[in-house]
């Protein structure tokens, strides 16, 4: 079955430090990976997504995430993060056993921003 | 372009009482899945409809809840009778409903059942 893992459910950083968000996944087949920012009260918002073009994606908020199939990792980053950062973040994967659009999400992982 | 749309916002009732929560997809969008949040459990998908055909309901807590799309442009969640329990940010999401699509969703409604 289709699965992904968050490693941490908080992370605290500075600002103007490396933002690293870890996502891991399990897929029998080659995976569309995405990654989405939940800001407080509101919906989940796509921030990037993988499609097999390219393994670096660049997303919205100078985001990016490195696709490793040797890992089967889909790590989330930015250089220098903002106050503004402050969110949750889900990675997801699509399921292969389904023809429909549905996705695994992972347990999310709470971002803190300290001044 | 309007998003997702989901109304009401916050809706607050009494245990027993009857819910429904409201939900138009994005124009064109041809799948639609219902979402609930919360603290405990996280993100859980409940059910999702494609071409207004429910897919999969495994999701759905109890007999109590149910979800109907009458057509492309509107679905319902509702809960009857409601508890305590039920209390949560629910979802609405949308998509081109193909493998590999991304979903698009709605800002939630607030459910609190005191």
């Known amino acids: 079955a289709q699965s992904v893992t968050q490693l941490g459910s908080h992370v605290s950083v500075s600002e103007g430090a490396l933002v690293l968000l870890r996502c891991n996944y399990s897929?029998?087949?080659?995976?569309?990976l995405f990654w989405y920012v939940q800001y407080p009260n509101q919906g989940l918002q796509l921030l990037l997504k993988?499609?097999?073009?390219?393994?670096l994606v660049k997303g919205i908020n100078g985001f990016e995430a490195e696709f490793k199939k040797s890992e089967t990792s889909f790590h989330l980053t930015k250089p220098s993060a903002h106050m503004r950062d402050a969110a949750e973040y889900f990675c997801?994967?699509?399921?292969?056993?389904?023809?429909?659009?549905?996705?695994?999400f992972g347990a999310g992982t709470q971002v803190v921003v300290t001044p | 372009d309007a998003g997702v749309i989901q109304s009401p916002r916050h809706e607050v009732t009494e245990m027993g009482q009857e819910v429904t929560l409201r939900c138009k997809p994005i124009?064109?969008?041809?799948?639609l899945f219902w979402y609930r949040q919360t603290m405990m459990r996280g993100l859980e998908l409940l059910i999702y409809?494609?071409?207004?055909?429910?897919?999969?309901d495994s999701g759905m807590p109890e007999d109590r809840f149910s979800a109907k799309m009458p057509n492309a442009s509107f679905s319902t969640l509702k809960i009857q009778p409601s508890e305590p329990r039920d209390s949560a940010v629910y979802f609405c999401?949308?998509?081109?409903?193909?493998?590999?699509?991304?979903?698009?969703f709605g800002p939630g409604t607030r459910l609190t059942v005191t």
């Open positions: 999401a949308s998509s081109l409903g193909l493998y590999g699509n991304e979903q698009y």
């Open positions: 897929s029998s087949v080659p995976p569309y």
């Open positions: 993988y499609t097999s073009a390219a393994t």
């Open positions: 997801a994967v699509s399921d292969p056993t389904d023809s429909w659009g549905k996705l695994q």
């Open positions: 124009s064109g969008h041809n799948s």
């Open positions: 409809f494609n071409n207004n055909v429910p897919i999969d």
